[in-house]
């Protein structure tokens, strides 16, 4: 049993080692294309993402725990609307208890001196998450009570596993912060958040939920030292091969093996293999993301859908392109400037604007504001390829 923070050293590959060399090299080059990636779209339709990526983000770190809920499910909860089978219904409240936990973490983050690293914030993040579930969803499987925020009262085992006794989850959380709260440096940083996700989840500090709130954790750290965005997901990239993340995860849950493994207790070449593993994964979504958001490329999609929609959907003319595209790109318009775009007689324009309202391709606060670009989950594998693919079918 565990129970002295020194038995989860190193907490991150040695600043000398070659294994340190090896993922140091990737963390710049993630922080180079994440900050360049922040760039590429107006905040209006950045606000609009982060929505979208909420629900995306929602769905893959249920789906890791093994709690899959369709994203046209997940649509309904957030319209109100929850299933009349109970299981199902449970599965809806999940996933929207984690996207308003994000919303309201990312509303956290105004305050510039909230230190994320503290074993508090973890917390708050957890007690954000379980207080939005009903009393029945916050049970294990065993059926013991998940209190919201609540350090566990007991030792456990977690498949191989033995984490920290329940008595010394606290000095083990406290060396955390103490360590990579200290990490200066973008490059550290992000070598850091990628350690730390793995040493959280080793600690395994709450009774249930320890996976999603250490996702949103990595969510909060990329944030706040700036690589972070509404525009990427890496939960999303976790679960694209969901064996993957748990095998790493449990090949950094390994004692030292041998001399040339660090002067830890744990294997140090196992910490770098998982933090190179979690760099490349952000690395991938955001090249992902890159890609989808070229300009071009967009406006082609755009146009294929439109072409689509006007053939199947009485209202929706191709006129729609050229307006979109602007909202798309500048943020948003008045009704008046989205209508002379179409090139449209004014009734006809009139009639364009309210079916594309209808459908939620363009959005609007009140009846007579200025609209801004919509993303209506019909809409996504036409204008986002693949990211979201699960929403399709």
């Known amino acids: 049993m565990y129970t002295k923070p020194d038995q989860f050293e190193p907490l991150t590959p040695s600043e000398s080692g070659?294994?340190?060399?090896?993922i140091a090299g990737l963390a710049g080059e993630v922080a180079a294309r994440a900050l360049a990636l922040k760039?590429?779209?107006?905040?209006?339709?950045?606000?609009?993402?982060?929505?979208?990526l909420r629900s995306v983000n929602s769905y893959y770190s249920n789906r890791i725990e093994g709690q899959h809920t369709h994203p046209r499910d997940i649509d309904q909860a957030l319209k109100k609307h929850y299933s009349k089978e109970p299981d199902k219904a449970r599965r809806q409240r999940i996933a929207i208890a984690h996207i308003d936990a994000q919303k309201e973490m990312e509303g956290w983050l105004a305050n510039k001196e909230l230190d994320v690293y503290a074993p508090e914030f973890l917390a708050r993040l957890h007690e954000a998450f379980y207080r939005r579930l009903k009393p029945e969803d916050r049970k294990t499987d065993d059926g013991d009570e998940v209190v919201p925020g609540e350090w566990r009262r007991t030792d456990v085992k977690v498949g191989t596993h033995v984490p920290p006794a329940h008595k010394s989850i606290a000095e083990f959380l406290q060396r955390a912060h103490e360590f990579y709260g200290k990490v200066k440096g973008l490059d550290g940083q992000l070598i850091a958040c990628a350690c730390a996700h793995h040493r959280l989840a080793w600690i395994h500090p709450f009774l249930d939920g320890n996976g999603r709130v250490i996702r949103l954790h990595s969510h909060a750290v990329l944030l706040r030292i700036g690589v972070g965005s509404s525009l990427w997901s890496v939960s999303r990239g976790l679960a694209r091969d969901v064996d993957t993340y748990y095998a790493r995860l449990?090949?950094?849950?390994?004692p030292r093996r041998g001399?040339?493994?660090?002067?830890?207790h744990l294997t140090e070449a196992g910490l770098a293999s998982f933090a190179r593993y979690f760099l490349e994964t952000c690395r991938d979504q955001v090249t992902f993301m890159e890609k989808l958001l070229e300009l071009e490329g967009f406006r082609e999609r755009l146009s294929g859908y439109l072409i689509m929609l006007s053939r199947r959907r009485g209202g929706i003319r191709q006129e729609a392109e050229l307006p979109l595209y602007h909202l798309f790109v500048a943020g948003e318009a008045t009704r008046g400037e989205?209508?002379?775009m179409t090139g449209l007689a004014s009734r006809t324009a009139d009639a364009l604007l309210a079916s594309l309202l209808k459908a939620g391709l363009?959005?609007?606060n009140t009846p007579k504001g200025a609209i801004r670009f919509g993303l209506p989950l019909d809409a996504l594998a036409y204008y986002f390829p693949k990211l979201y693919p699960e929403a399709a079918t």
Do not use: I, M, W, Y
């Open 39 to 52: 760039g590429k779209v107006h905040p209006v339709t950045a606000a609009c993402l982060a929505n979208l």
């Open 259 to 264: 001399d040339l493994d660090g002067r830890g």
């Open 362 to 364: 363009v959005e609007s």
């Open 18 to 22: 070659a294994l340190r060399s090896d």
């Open 250 to 254: 449990a090949e950094a849950d390994s």
């Open 338 to 340: 989205f209508k002379q």
